[in-house]
Nanobody, 124 residues
């Protein structure tokens, strides 16, 4: 069992930056690939970024490529999402998720554990 708690969301102007963090419980954090997803009002949840268990492999959605960076610290059981050059269309609830597989996946169904989400609002 893994429990995930996101933090770092908030209100920011377009062009600004935010850093989301996800703290994970459990001793096996380094065995899980981790992902970030987001869901805007009236839209389906979508993939944002993922990182392998070791941290050696990452992938990001085309919509955020070059602006968002995912990273992890296995010693601290945390995964982060650095978001730069934010746009109003980035407004959503952002979720952290854990996948028992060690390799990255962009599929929602691949993830076994989810956090409660943190709101990110980007004003124009």
């Amino acid at each position: 069992q893994v429990q995930l708690v996101e933090s770092g969301g908030g209100l920011v102007q377009a062009g600004g930056s935010l850093r989301l963090s996800c703290a994970a419980s459990g001793r096996t954090f380094s065995s899980y690939a981790m992902g970030w997803f987001r869901q805007a009002p009236g839209k389906e949840r979508e993939f944002v970024a993922a990182i392998s268990a070791s941290g050696g492999s990452t992938t990001t959605a085309n919509s955020v490529k070059g602006r968002f960076t995912i990273s992890r610290d296995n010693a601290k059981n945390t995964v982060s999402l650095q978001m730069n050059s934010l746009k109003p269309e980035d407004t959503a609830v952002y979720y952290c998720a854990a996948d028992r597989a060690v390799v990255v996946s962009t599929r929602i169904g691949a993830y076994d554990y989810w956090g409660q989400g943190t709101q990110v609002t980007v004003s124009s």
